[in-house]
Structures are given as C-alpha cells and as structure tokens.
C-alpha cells in the first residue's frame, strides 16, 4: 500500500469522525433549543394564568372566598412561572460555545496535521 493510500485512508478516518461527532453535537444542540422553547412557552403561560387570576382576585375582590381561592392559585401559577423562567435562564447561563468537542478535536488535529507537514519538509530539506 502506498504512502499516500494510508495518508488518505487516515485522513479519511478522521473527517469522518469528526463528522460523526458533529452530528452527535448537533443532535444534542437542538435537544438543549427544544428544552427552552418549552420552558419559555411554559413560562410564559403560568406568569400570564398568574396576572389572569391575581387580576380576578382583585376583581371578585368583594366576596368571601373567591378572594382567597384567586389568590392560592394565582400564586401557585406565579411559583410554576418562576421556576420555569429559572429553568430557562439556567439553560441560557450554561449556553457556552456551540460544539466544544467538535472544536476542541479540530484543533488537535490541525496541530498534529501541522507537526506532520513541518516534520515532512525538514526532512526533505534535511535530505
């Protein structure tokens, strides 16, 4: 086998690695935006059913026990809206560089290519 078969072959091998954890990245990345967008949609609603209910209280504020009733579940809808925007928020504070590993083998790799092709030319100029 020729020298420049197995240059190409492990070349190769490693593109198609990488392209395989790109996608294993990839996969995760859109799993981490389906997570927020259901957070942020879930926010969004439990803070507007807390206004809904905050605002009947208010309004049925003259009877006995609607108040009361308005009340708990405005605050419960309030504590679900708040725990899901903490949630979200989280998911926004972790969001750190998209595809690390990726990025981190990609710069292996180039080192490396880089040592091979200076390794090369020394010696062939040593030669």
Do not use: N
């Amino acid at each position: 086998m020729s020298r420049r078969a197995t240059w190409r072959d492990t070349v190769g091998g490693l593109v198609a690695a990488r392209f395989s954890l790109f996608g294993l990245e990839l996969r995760d990345e859109f799993d981490r935006l389906a997570q927020m967008i259901g957070f942020a949609i879930a926010a969004a609603f439990l803070l507007i059913m807390a206004l809904t209910f905050a605002g009947l209280g208010l309004l049925f504020g003259f009877w006995e026990y609607r108040v009361i009733i308005c009340a708990v579940f405005g605050a419960v809808f309030l504590l679900c809206g708040l725990f899901a925007y903490k949630q979200l928020r989280q998911l926004m504070h972790d969001l750190i560089t998209p595809f690390p590993l990726t990025s981190e083998e990609f710069a292996q790799d180039k080192k490396l290519i880089d040592a091979a092709f200076h390794a090369a030319t020394s010696t062939k100029e040593g030669a």
